[in-house]
């Protein structure tokens, strides 16, 4: 699995971005995707993500202004992110885990197998 993210860059506070991912290589069904950002001198940590059910579960820092989303084949990820703040300075991720069974799904960033470079989004005051 490849993935790829585009979309990034700087905008002022209370803009919006809307960031892709492209996942390649092998595109089975049975993978939840998320994103996944790290801020200056911050931890990764989870943005939002959605599992092979379409179920999507999002960090309360992205509630009511973060959206994920999948094209119909699942093979492209978007985020669209508005009322951007200066906090939402990071590197963001695109990152996938396959699903073996059940209901599982990543419930960690170390859960996930593959990432993408990432890429950064500034938000500036």
């Known amino acids: 699995v490849q993935l790829k993210e585009s979309g990034g860059g700087s905008v002022q506070a209370g803009g919006s971005l809307t960031l892709s991912c492209v996942r390649s290589?092998?595109?089975?069904?049975?993978?939840?995707m998320g994103w996944i950002r790290q801020r200056p001198g911050k931890e990764r940590e989870e943005v939002a993500s959605v599992d092979p059910d379409g179920v999507i579960i999002y960090a309360d820092h992205a509630k009511g202004r973060f959206t994920i989303s999948q094209d119909s084949t699942k093979n492209i990820l978007y985020l669209q992110m508005n009322m951007l703040k200066p906090e939402d300075t990071a590197m963001y991720y695109c990152?996938?885990?396959?699903?073996?069974?059940?209901?599982?799904?990543?419930?960690?960033?170390?859960?996930?197998?593959?990432w993408g470079q990432g890429i950064q989004v500034t938000v500036s005051s």
């Open positions: 290589g092998d595109t089975a069904s049975n993978i939840c």
């Open positions: 990152a996938a885990a396959w699903r073996y069974g059940g209901t599982w799904r990543p419930t960690k960033t170390s859960d996930y197998n593959y």
